[in-house]
């Protein structure tokens, strides 16, 4: 039986796994990416109205916020318009908001509901490096690596998959959910995988952020303010809960950085 089942678990594994259209890698995908988006709405929804969104009116730090994403997402789409690749952005409805929140912290759900926390500012301190997070929190998202992330998941836990699982109050899967996409999330399995998820951030945040306008440079020095600001504490920032270590994060950055810097074009002010 035990045979049968890992037998069954490996088909499945090779029947959903996709080509991802951005990064050409395999990926595991069990769930439709529209029930994601939907559930990630609902989500998103009831975490700002439980907590503090800083209105970008008159506000400098909400309105950059909103600037910055805002062109971050139209690279995006013009980067994979340019690889013939738009459909996998369907169903993006971009937002973009600041909470008054002390932690390190940003985060971007499916369907591009993002969130940066106040706490993140003191640590970013301009707007080329909030570029450089943004990019990184939302191509975690356009490369599906939640959906990657919960469907090993829902493999290891034999997570029965049929119709919006979520809507049907399914406690296993609505667990899972909220492990990878839940607002300060620390999600400890696969960690590996996550890793080189962040790798995936990484390079094409970058790509993302020069494609805004703004230096991909400014990544050297903004993570190691990071790494300076998890110094002294228990543990390290929330967002860095599992990101590689500080100094292969850089190495890696610095060999991504050419083929960045070919894509960027200041801003004309």
């Known amino acids: 039986m035990k045979k049968f089942l890992a037998f069954l678990a490996f088909t499945i594994f090779l029947i959903a796994c996709s080509r991802n259209a951005i990064t050409g890698r395999k990926q595991l995908a069990l769930f439709p990416e529209s029930t994601l988006q939907a559930e990630a709405v609902s989500q998103y929804q009831s975490f700002l109205s439980q907590n503090k969104v ?32 738009s459909k996998a952005l369907e169903g993006y409805d971009w937002q973009f908001n600041l909470v ?19 706490g993140l500012l003191n640590v970013t301190q301009n707007e080329a490096a909030l570029a450089i997070v943004l990019g990184h929190e939302i191509t975690h998202a356009v490369a599906q690596h939640g959906n990657e992330r919960m469907s ?9 998959i049929a119709g919006n699982i979520f809507t049907s ?21 696969l960690l590996p995988n996550s890793r080189n ?6 390079h094409y945040g970058l790509i993302f952020a020069a494609m805004a306008g703004y230096n991909p440079q400014e990544a050297i020095p903004f993570w190691k303010r990071m790494a300076k600001a998890s110094e002294g504490g228990s543990k390290p920032p929330e967002f860095l809960s599992t990101h590689p270590s500080d100094e292969n994060r850089i190495a890696e950055l610095e060999k991504f950085m050419p083929e960045a810097m070919k894509y960027y074009k200041p801003i004309k002010k």
């Open 169 to 189: 109050n399914n406690q296993k899967a609505n667990n899972i959910f909220n492990s990878v996409f839940a607002p300060g999330a620390q999600t400890l399995v």
């Open 100 to 118: 008054d929140n002390p932690e390190i912290n940003a985060w971007c759900m499916p369907g591009g509901k993002v969130v940066v926390y106040t």
């Open 152 to 160: 090993q998941v829902a493999l290891a836990q034999g997570l029965e």
């Open 54 to 85: 800083v209105s970008s009116t008159n506000n400098r730090d909400a309105e950059m916020v909103k600037r910055v994403g805002t062109r971050i997402a139209n690279a995006i789409t013009a980067y994979y318009k340019s690889k013939g690749a």
């Open 197 to 202: 998820q962040e790798y995936e951030a990484d």
